[in-house]
């Protein structure tokens, strides 16, 4: 079973209420099994964006991190609790690989926005990359992928 962020697929759980539809991975959804760790937090549909605050989804994983909206709410809670959601998932389900939407705060697999709401981006992963990187899933973004290389990771982990 391959795991993708559920709003690459076009389902509209981003924080202002739209997807990140993503034809090429759309093409292949049927292999595909959508989550949306902010969802499964609990948070709202639509809600505030959030972003990192003094590091990745490592440090946030470390509590040496926060993740706040932009309201300067703290809502690390709710994405710790999506990411171990989604990792209870991955674990039901042996999954080894996931596809999920770069530069997010729970789903960027190497960059993220800096926590200063201003579209700049740091080098680290968002809380639920964090968490499935460190228990040995590979994680790739939509961006990283083509058609060949998706045709390839299709093969190699559909389950029918
Ligand atoms: Fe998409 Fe992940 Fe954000 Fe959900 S948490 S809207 S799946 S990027």
Redesign the pocket.
């Known amino acids: 079973m391959i795991l993708v962020?559920?709003?690459?697929l076009g389902?509209k759980?981003?924080?202002n209420g739209e997807?990140?539809d993503n034809s090429l991975l759309r093409r292949y959804g049927r292999y595909m099994t959508?989550?949306?760790?902010?969802?499964l937090g609990g948070l709202t549909i639509p809600r505030p964006p959030a972003e990192l605050q003094n590091g990745d989804g490592n440090d946030v994983l470390a509590g040496t991190a926060r993740v706040k909206n932009k309201l300067g709410e703290d809502v690390t809670k709710s994405f710790i609790v999506?990411a171990d959601r989604v990792m209870d998932f991955v674990k039901k389900h042996k999954i080894q690989v996931a596809i999920?939407?770069a530069n997010?705060?729970?789903?960027?697999n190497k960059m993220i926005y800096d926590g200063t709401f201003s579209g700049a981006k740091i080098s680290g992963q968002?809380v639920?990359a964090a968490m499935l990187i460190r228990h040995g899933v590979k994680v790739y973004s939509e961006k990283e992928l083509n058609e060949d290389t998706l045709q390839r990771i299709v093969a190699m982990f559909r389950e029918e």
């Open positions: 962020s559920s709003c690459l389902n759980v981003k924080y997807s990140n959508a989550i949306c760790p902010e969802a999506g999920l939407k997010s705060p729970s789903c960027g968002g639920t």
